[in-house]
């Protein structure tokens, strides 16, 4: 298996611009998990689907972030508008059950100027 | 609330062994477990603790104790690769929640 497979791996863009984070989970994996990890907060929960239903956003920041998951093999992250405080490293992550370890993917570096 | 604590940073001797300690205070309890994050990398898995007792894999040991809410990672014969951050996280009841300490800095020196 591919692992868990995340793009793009670097994003740099300008405050107010829509960015899209992109993730394809283990196959057979039906927990999929957002976080987010910066210097300051550690590793963050914003949101996880289990069988591709969203069933806890409450660590989403803010109405700027939205997340879906239209099928079982891809899942998107999207900030609309970016804000500086928004950079950070993205991980999509991916598990068998919920109390399973989570398989990351690579993260995505996201740099808001 | 819940917390987890572990050490910001350690210093080791290549060779030598390292324990890294975590302690938690949370709001119900699963299991613990343990991962290593290479600068610029993602989490990776090492240890799941359930039960009580220590948990050995290779060079790499996990202990939990549940009554003292604390666990220990055990690194013996340290390599230069082991030069990583070491993410302690806790699973409530709930099961979904992985409660994520801040991460031990872990440097080997030769």
């Known amino acids: 298996d591919a692992g868990v497979i995340q793009s793009p791996r670097h994003e740099v863009t300008e405050m107010g611009q829509e960015v899209t984070l992109r993730c394809k989970p283990i196959?057979?994996?039906?927990?999929l998990f957002w976080y987010r990890q910066t210097m300051m907060r550690g590793l963050e929960l914003l949101i996880y689907f289990n069988n591709n239903v969203p069933i806890d956003d409450s660590g989403m920041p803010e109405d700027r972030f939205s997340a879906k998951m239209p099928n079982a093999s891809f899942s998107t992250l999207k900030i609309q508008p970016s804000e500086p405080r928004d950079s950070a490293v993205y991980f999509c992550?991916?598990?068998?059950?919920?109390?399973?370890?989570?398989?990351f993917g690579a993260g995505t570096r996201l740099s808001v100027l | 609330g819940q917390n987890i604590d572990q050490p910001t940073e350690m210093t080791a001797t290549e060779g030598a062994i390292v324990q890294i300690n975590c302690t938690y205070q949370?709001?119900?309890?699963?299991?613990l477990f343990w991962y290593q994050q290479h600068a610029g990398e993602a989490p990776t898995f090492l240890s799941y603790?359930?039960l009580d007792g220590l948990e050995e894999k290779g060079r790499f040991s996990s202990f939990l104790s549940r009554s003292k809410g604390y666990s220990y990672l055990l690194l013996k014969e340290l390599q230069m690769k082991d030069s990583a951050s070491y993410l302690c996280?806790?699973?409530?009841?709930?099961?979904?929640?992985?409660?994520w300490g801040a991460g031990t800095k872990l440097i080997i020196k030769p």
């Open positions: 196959s057979g994996h039906d927990y």
């Open positions: 949370t709001s119900g309890f699963n299991g």
């Open positions: 992550a991916s598990s068998l059950a919920e109390g399973a370890s989570r398989d």
């Open positions: 996280a806790v699973t409530l009841d709930s099961n979904y929640q992985l409660i």
């Open positions: 603790n359930v």
